[in-house]
């Protein structure tokens, strides 16, 4: 782990530390207070201020602040495999391709693209005039670097499955890349929604211990200012970003490690933006103190909550036992108990909003006798009567891993730990900080099952979840699932740009996982954000919401953050 710098010390002056809630009042620095004191200058600016505020015109100011259970483990965007890290570095890197709302491609650091020879290359057309955030020229060299720490070895990226299908990038010219594909690729130009990383900063650097990692400069809409360990990261406005400045100064991420903490915390004002509980949103968000503050939404989230089993454990490999496990597992008791009917049962490994999911897969019933049938099948018996199966003198018992801070998934450990000691199988829950769990037991396979969830990205190509070549330390098949008949469908499934024909591959795959059972598909839970209702603009899209976060402002007499 590389050490803070003194810029990340507790001690360190930032203009955050200056930021003053002041309620409805806008304060202003001594500096500030003299020029509008100046005849010439008071009755434009006071005029100018009530004519936006009339007609409700987009204002510079203010701070979002939000909230993350967990602290990012890298803001290198092609190491940032968990959800802390993503989130953040997704504000201060871009791609060459972005998601629209209405889920098409369109470009960000690319202005436009030309496909060609049956999708075998793509000709990137490069913005001119984007900057790094330390001014620095964006160039097509920083793409190609990008590139080659994607396939380099040494690198433990979980997104090299994508990159490995290149066969050249060439570098036309400043503004012009060239990417030829072995063969065809359907994923090929989504991929490069990864963000790029700046050659000139990082060419000589080791990315896995560099200072960059948690110093980074980007593109993106936020530029980088600080990150207080345990405490916060601060990024401020890029006031030179190619789309337009955002309307915020400042982007402000809470690390609280506990959603109780985080709810008092945002009725207290603390902070701004966050996800609620189930229990949250439909017991006590309701008074209208509440209400006239903040805004609830309500969405199916892309993704699904799973009970993940390390297959390299004797244990979980018989596919009857896998299957038990999924009959002993009530999740409509899990629906209702834990997330009060916010969600649907998942059935694979793709939520319902996707074009790859099968409607005709069923989640199995909740049946604890053919549960127990086929554990006695495997060989899972109570022979000495403690009420405790055993086999080879050994008892069924094994711990769940999950994340601190995340409420719904420690009740559903629970759940799950009362049904599977009715059919006779013990079961620990223990409740990990989420570096530690990622980078201490999951990266390293030093689990036996582990609780936790796929945020999915809007192709559904399951590669790097699935294949058995995506096994290794830092990679996403941290389960160890290796099927051939998968791995050729996942082979399949990419190399095909027809669309029915890619959905059929993928329902086949669909039926196969949840036969297997590599894991137990639990739930899809709904996304359930709240945002301080000074906050304009705010739109949710297929998306979800943020999307257009360089569009939101506030008010100029509701501005709570103000330099001072």
């Given at each position: 782990m590389v050490s803070l710098s003194n810029h990340e010390r507790s001690d360190a002056r930032s203009p955050f530390d200056r930021l003053r809630v002041n309620g409805n009042v806008t304060r202003f620095s001594s500096f500030v207070l003299a020029l509008l004191l100046s005849a010439s200058f008071i009755i434009p600016f006071l005029i100018g201020l009530a004519a936006a505020e009339e007609i409700d015109i987009p204002v510079i100011g203010d701070a979002l602040v939000s909230a993350s259970i967990g602290e990012p483990s890298t803001l290198i965007p092609i190491l940032a495999s968990d959800s802390a890290s993503a989130e953040v570095s997704g504000l201060l890197f871009n791609g060459l391709v972005k998601y629209d709302p209405d889920l098409s491609l369109v470009g960000d650091l690319a202005e436009r693209w030309e496909i060609r020879d049956g999708g075998l290359e793509i000709l990137f057309f490069l913005r001119k005039g984007v900057r790094w955030h330390d001014g620095v020229p964006f160039t097509a060299s920083d793409v190609q670097f990008t590139y080659q720490r994607l396939i380099d070895p040494s690198v433990p990226t979980p997104y090299r499955g994508d990159f490995e299908r290149i066969a050249s990038l060439e570098v036309v010219d400043d503004t012009t890349v060239r990417v030829r594909y072995k063969e065809p690729f359907a994923p090929a130009l989504s991929s490069w929604g990864m963000g790029i990383l700046p050659k000139h900063l990082l060419e000589n650097q080791n990315l896995t211990n560099t200072p960059f990692k948690e110093r980074p400069v980007g593109t993106g809409p936020f530029i980088f200012h600080r990150w207080i360990r345990g405490d916060r990261i601060e990024l401020k406005a890029n006031p030179d970003y190619f789309e337009g400045r955002p309307y915020l100064n400042w982007a402000v991420i809470r690390i609280i490690p506990d959603q109780a903490t985080i709810f008092l915390e945002l009725q207290a004002r603390g902070i701004d933006m966050t996800g609620l509980t189930p229990l949250q949103f439909t017991r006590m968000t309701q008074i209208p103190r509440f209400t006239e503050a903040f805004q609830k939404f309500c969405y199916p989230s892309f993704g699904y909550t799973y009970l993940g089993y390390n297959l390299r454990?004797?244990?979980?490999?018989?596919?009857?036992?896998?299957?038990?496990?999924?009959l002993a597992i009530n999740k409509q008791e899990i629906l209702q108990g834990v997330l009060y009917g916010l969600g649907a049962e998942a059935t694979g490994p793709f939520p319902q909003e996707s074009w790859a999911y099968d409607p005709g897969v069923h989640p199995a019933p909740y049946d604890p006798g053919q549960a127990k049938a086929l554990l006695a099948e495997a060989g899972w018996r109570d022979t000495d009567g403690d009420g405790i199966l055993d086999?080879?003198?050994?008892?069924?018992?094994?711990?769940?891993?999950?994340?601190?801070?995340?409420l719904?998934?420690?009740?559903?450990?629970?759940?799950i730990?009362?049904?599977?000691?009715?059919?006779?199988?013990?079961?620990?829950?223990?409740?990990?900080?989420?570096?530690?769990?990622?980078?201490?037991?999951?990266?390293?396979?030093?689990?036996?099952?582990i609780l936790l969830g796929w945020g999915l990205s809007r192709?559904?190509?399951?590669?790097?979840?699935?294949h058995s070549s995506k096994t290794g330390e830092g990679e996403f098949n941290f389960i160890g699932y290796s099927n051939p008949e998968v791995d050729r469908l996942l082979l399949e499934g990419r190399a095909n740009f027809d669309q029915e024909k890619r959905r059929a591959i993928y329902w086949k795959l669909h039926r196969i996982l949840y036969e297997e059972q590599p894991v137990c598909f639990l739930y899809v839970s709904d996304s359930l954000?709240?945002?301080?209702?000074?906050?304009?603009?705010?739109?949710?899209?297929?998306?979800?919401?943020?999307?257009?976060?360089?569009?939101?402002?506030?008010?100029?007499?509701?501005q709570r953050y103000q330099l001072s």
């Open positions: 454990d004797p244990k979980f490999q018989d596919k009857r036992v896998r299957q038990a496990l999924n086999r080879d003198g050994r008892p069924f018992e094994f711990t769940i891993l999950t994340n601190q801070g995340n719904a998934r420690e009740l559903t450990a629970q759940i730990q009362q049904q599977l000691s009715r059919v006779g199988i013990r079961v620990k829950i223990r409740i990990l900080e989420w570096a530690a769990l990622l980078h201490q037991f999951i990266d390293k396979h030093r689990f036996e099952a192709d559904p190509d399951p590669f790097d979840i699935w954000p709240v945002v301080h209702r000074r906050f304009q603009q705010v739109e949710v899209s297929p998306l979800g919401l943020g999307y257009n976060l360089i569009h939101w402002y506030v008010p100029v007499s509701r």
